[in-house]
């Protein structure tokens, strides 16, 4: 019992101190119910917001969009960078 209870206290200090340097909300457990509800624009892909699950791609962050060539990169890319520029959003396209 002793060792489970020492793994616990050190598990629950790892996590605090995880949280106090990046914030709330940087762990998410499996198989908690709280989410974080993140601003999303649409890929102009109905399927693919649905598998990507938030809807589209998160804004305000970098997203890394990888393939082989002639995959269709660039095309889903000027996409999302047009959708969110007719909501009036500011991007950066580097490729």
């Known amino acids: 019992m002793a060792i489970d209870e020492n793994k616990q206290k050190a598990l629950a200090a790892a996590l605090g101190q995880i949280e106090k340097q990046f914030g709330k909300g940087s762990i998410m457990r499996l198989g ?19 598998a990507l699950g938030a809807g589209g791609l998160p804004m305000g962050r970098i997203v890394e969009i990888y393939g082989p060539e002639s995959s269709g990169k660039t095309t889903l890319t000027l996409q999302v960078v047009a959708a969110a520029q007719r909501e009036g959003k500011t991007c950066a396209f580097i490729d």
């Open 32 to 50: 908690e119910d709280r989410s974080m509800d993140v601003e999303t624009i649409s890929t102009g892909s109905l399927s693919l917001d649905i």
